[in-house]
Nanobody, 127 residues
Framework: QVRLVESGGGTVQPGGSLKLSCAAS????????MAWFRQAPGKEREEIAV????????YYPGSKNDRFTISSDNAENKLTLNMFSLKPEDTAMYYC????????????????????WGQGTQVTVSS
């Protein structure tokens, strides 16, 4: 059984930092593209960062690489998202996801291409 379990969410003041983790089991972590998404109430799910199979490349939509960094530890099947200079608009539920990414580069993956999802971890940025 495949499981993705996020952790590390919480409440932080504007300008603060958080480190999210995603522990994966039941899959060969290095054989999947991995990504972080987020969804705020009333908004669509938004892609934050994508890591290619084998962690050879990353993709950040828009300018998210200014404040977000995705990385992985394939030996421990763990995905990480480091977030800096957090803003109130970063408040959302954050999800990790895995895709087989067949023939697609990280920049072309969309939510529908991800086959496994975690339950999410809440991040709240508030003073």
């Amino acid at each position: 059984q495949v499981r993705l379990v996020e952790s590390g969410g919480g409440t932080v003041q504007p300008g603060g930092s958080l480190k999210l983790s995603c522990a994966a089991s039941g899959i060969d972590f290095s054989a999947y593209c991995m990504a972080w998404f987020r969804q705020a109430p009333g908004k669509e799910r938004e892609e934050i960062a994508v890591l290619s199979r084998g962690a050879s490349s990353t993709y950040y939509p828009g300018s998210k690489n200014d404040r977000f960094t995705i990385s992985s530890d394939n030996a421990e099947n763990k995905l990480t998202l480091n977030m800096f200079s957090l803003k109130p608009e970063d408040t959302a539920m954050y999800y990790c996801a895995a895709s087989t990414c067949p023939g697609l580069p990280p920049s072309r993956l969309r939510p529908g291409d991800f086959v496994y999802w975690g339950q999410g971890t809440q991040v709240t940025v508030s003073s």
